[in-house]
């Protein structure tokens, strides 16, 4: 500090100030305003961890305190995820991982070691178990959790979330007896309790301690500056979430910047308007996140027409017209941007709707944002932008749903499925994001799965209703500018430019020099936030194919 204080003595007399610190020799790439690739090969950073200049080959260097050599590496904006759930991220994280497990056997041993390693929690909580890919395809049972954990409740999640097996204890806690009936909607068998059925055993499961939460913020703070977001979108802030962040930020420990959005009514009484920036721009209550319908697997989406595959269904309807009007209303009179996750064609309709009523009577700068926007009738599409609405989308969800969302929907209503290409010509604003830890928070998938509408693997060959995807340059403004600006946060965040955060990664290939494959394979090897570096990989870690 003092160094700097004598150099800012000696920059009145002559510039340059010599707190700055200058990265050097890098491969720049970022999205222009118009999302056109630019690139630029050295920043230079203020004291206050702020972009002064973007430099190009060939200009002279400022004098600087610290040079920062990148040896000719990439160099991005910090990634920004516009729709992930934070805590739940780090929940995921701490819990027992029993994805890929290859038999019951398999789990049962993932178990006794985890309970072993932990023998501080009250219930041992996991999942990601799927009794599909073992060799007899039975679903595991109490008595098989029994035999491992008999003295400790204990419940794993399907990979799919639909579904829990619990031991006795579990089923104790939560006064399931054998003659408990599940609800409609719902089955038990044996100890596993599906769909609604869930909802017997789930309110048992203790609430999360202050301490754990905190936990679990640290956590998912570490997985996401190791995937190079350094900005979230932070869906269904509950208000312990809220506190949480809160008590991080106090304790200088937010290094990620949060943009909330907030969910519950003992949120909105604790936070009753949107916040200011707080914490040197970290964290911000920004709006109120709704729901218009379900999930499209599940055929909670509410669609116009019935699913192809069960016609006697169109899906959920959360609210009528004039509950959803009045519910968005109300937190729009209170000043706050509003978030609502519509998935099928009736919901992308009933909340452009809403947005249009809102957006008449509240005609500024507001920002109505849509989650997800994923099944929307062609003929919608082009309502968004008089309307000032966003859409908020997940390109990962299109390749991990595109053959289920086939037989959901049919071969007539994919048109305006997934439709990254069709809202940018239409004028609309598009932000990406991964709805983690539904998705991998991994940005690079996503970008990948936007140019090229195929997965990781390549698959389909030639992508899945190639005329939506999109160039580099609109996928990564869509991870950076895009949803920067879905948060009203681009006059500090999204781009590499004079007066905003030197908040960037460095990762290990040129994304716009390789194929879609390479480029989902992508590794950070660091992540700087506010000019400083926060994350450094240890060494090279081996590709993964999934
Ligand atoms: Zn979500």
Not at 91 to 109: I, K, V
Not at 180 to 207: N, Q, S, W
């Amino acid at each position: 500090m003092k160094t700097c204080i004598l150099a800012l003595a000696a920059a009145l007399l002559a510039s340059p100030a010599y707190c700055d610190t200058l990265i050097d020799h890098a491969n720049g790439v970022q999205a222009d305003a118009n999302g056109r690739i630019e690139h630029f090969t050295g920043l230079l950073i203020g004291d206050g961890g702020k972009v002064l200049r973007v430099l190009h080959a060939g200009e002279a260097r400022p004098k600087a305190a610290a040079v920062v050599g990148a040896a000719g590496r990439t160099l991005l904006p910090g990634l920004i995820d516009a729709h992930g759930h934070v805590t739940d991220l780090g929940f995921y994280a701490l819990r027992l991982d029993l994805t890929g497990s290859s038999s019951l056997a398999d789990m049962q041993q993932r178990l006794r070691t985890y309970a072993a390693a932990h023998p501080e929690r009250k219930w041992i909580l996991g999942g990601g178990w799927n009794q599909e890919l073992w060799p007899d395809k039975r679903f595991p049972t109490t008595a098989d959790l029994d035999a491992v954990v008999p003295d400790r409740p204990v419940v794993l999640e399907r990979v799919d979330g639909h579904a829990v097996v619990a031991n006795s204890a579990a089923m104790k806690a939560a006064g399931i007896t054998a003659e408990t009936k599940a609800p409609p909607g719902g089955e038990i068998h044996d100890g596993v309790f599906v769909d609604h059925a869930r909802a017997l055993i789930d309110p048992a499961v203790p609430k999360p301690t202050p301490a754990e939460v905190d936990q679990a913020l640290a956590k998912a703070q570490e997985i996401l500056l190791g995937f190079g977001v350094t900005g979230v979108g932070s869906m269904s802030t509950s208000l312990s979430d809220w506190q949480a962040f809160r008590r991080a930020g106090e304790a200088g420990r937010l290094q990620v910047r949060l943009m909330s959005y907030l969910i519950g009514d003992n949120a909105l009484q604790a936070v009753p308007h949107p916040t200011p920036w707080l914490y040197g721009d970290r964290l911000r209550a920004v709006g109120i996140k709704f729901f218009a319908d379900g999930a499209l697997g599940s055929r909670g989406a509410w669609l116009k027409e019935p699913y192809s595959d069960k016609p006697d269904t169109r899906g959920l309807q959360f609210h009528s017209d004039a509950e959803i009007v009045s519910e968005t209303d109300r937190a729009a009179g209170a000043g706050f941007q509003i978030a609502t996750h519509a998935i099928g064609d009736a919901a992308n309709a009933q909340m452009i709707s809403t947005y249009e009523q809102l957006h008449r009577k509240y005609p500024g700068d507001r920002r109505w944002r849509i989650e997800h926007f994923q099944i929307v009738d062609p003929a919608d599409i082009a309502r968004l932008a008089p309307a000032g609405i966003i859409a908020s989308m997940q390109p990962t969800h299109q390749t991990s749903d595109r053959l289920m969302a086939e037989k959901r929907l049919g071969p007539n209503r994919l048109a305006g499925a997934y439709a990254w290409q069709s809202v940018l010509k239409s004028g609309a604003r598009l932000a990406f994001g991964t709805d983690f830890p539904v998705e991998s928070p991994n940005p690079f998938p996503g970008l990948s799965a936007a140019i090229s509408r195929q997965d990781i693997n390549g698959q389909p060959p030639g992508g899945w209703i190639p005329s939506e995807r999109l160039t580099l340059g609109q996928a990564l403004h869509a991870y950076t500018r895009g949803a920067a600006y879905a948060g009203f946060a681009e006059q500090k965040i999204g781009a590499l430019e004079p007066g905003k955060y030197a908040d960037f990664v460095i990762i290990d290939r040129d994304p716009t020099r390789i194929d879609a494959q390479s480029l989902a394979r992508t590794q950070v090897l660091e992540t700087w936030v506010t000019g400083k570096r926060v994350f450094k990989r240890a060494s090279a870690t081996p590709e993964r194919g999934q």
